[in-house]
């Protein structure tokens, strides 16, 4: 069975700050992807960044960038330049080989003016 | 504009009495899914298609049954829902293989006294 575990389940950030969202993971497959998702207030849910397991460079969507430790079994988001419209929930997911999708708990990021 | 839809997008409902979220989706995806959203738990998998006539059952599918007759339609159906079942509901969709950017729906929040 794979398991996503997000540590932390509230962060604050000063506006203009660069903040890092936790993730790790755990699955016995060898091929596998990690997502992050963003969910504001409004509830939608909104694709961030992916990160294939065999993909040898971190990923990198504009301000968004994952910190992709294999041995460690993380993938953080690292997210530069906060802005007030970041604060959001923020869920990390990994896919399997099988295509389910198993998403942690989330983190719930304020970013202070 | 490529959209995931879900409908009802809020209901109140009683123990027992048979209900269906309708999802569809207009990008020709051969890739969807259902989830389940509750606090502290992320989104949980419910099912998962890979194509019409092709069901799968995620980590929650105890007391939920889908179908896939149609490409773009997804049906969640619920034969006799409970109390525990009072949450919110998510539809997604992704072009099937090794595409990973997976739409979601805008939410179906649902409450069964």
């Known amino acids: 069975a794979q398991k996503i575990t997000q540590t932390q389940p509230g962060m604050f950030v000063q506006e203009k700050e660069a903040v890092t969202l936790d993730c790790t993971y755990d699955?016995?497959?060898?091929?596998?992807?990690l997502f992050w998702y963003k969910q504001p207030s409004s509830g939608e849910m909104i694709f961030l960044i992916y990160?294939?397991?065999?993909?040898?460079q971190n990923a990198t969507e504009g301000r968004y960038s994952l910190n992709f430790q294999k041995a460690r079994k993380s993938a953080n988001l690292v997210i530069s330049a906060s802005q007030l419209g970041d604060s959001a929930m923020y869920f990390c997911?990994?896919?399997?080989?099988?295509?389910?999708?198993?998403f942690g708990g989330g983190t719930r990021l304020m970013v202070k003016p | 504009e490529a959209q995931v839809t879900q409908n009802p997008r809020y209901l109140i409902t009683v123990t027992g009495k048979k209900l269906t979220v309708t999802c569809s989706q207009n990008?020709?995806?051969?890739?969807m899914s259902w989830y389940r959203q509750d606090p502290g738990l992320g989104l949980r998998q419910i099912y998962y298609?890979?194509?019409?006539?092709?069901?799968d059952k995620g980590d929650v599918p105890e007391g939920y049954k889908v179908s896939r007759k149609e490409k773009r339609n997804f049906p969640l159906i619920l034969e006799s829902p409970s109390p525990n079942q009072t949450s919110l509901y998510f539809c997604?969709?992704?072009?099937?293989?090794?595409?990973?950017?997976?739409?979601f729906g805008p939410g179906t929040r649902l409450t069964v006294t």
């Open positions: 997604a969709s992704k072009l099937g293989g090794m595409s990973y950017e997976q739409y």
């Open positions: 699955t016995s497959d060898p091929s596998y992807g």
């Open positions: 990160q294939g397991s065999y993909d040898q």
């Open positions: 997911a990994m896919r399997n080989a099988g295509n389910m999708l198993t």
């Open positions: 990008m020709n995806h051969e890739y």
């Open positions: 298609s890979m194509n019409v006539e092709v069901t």
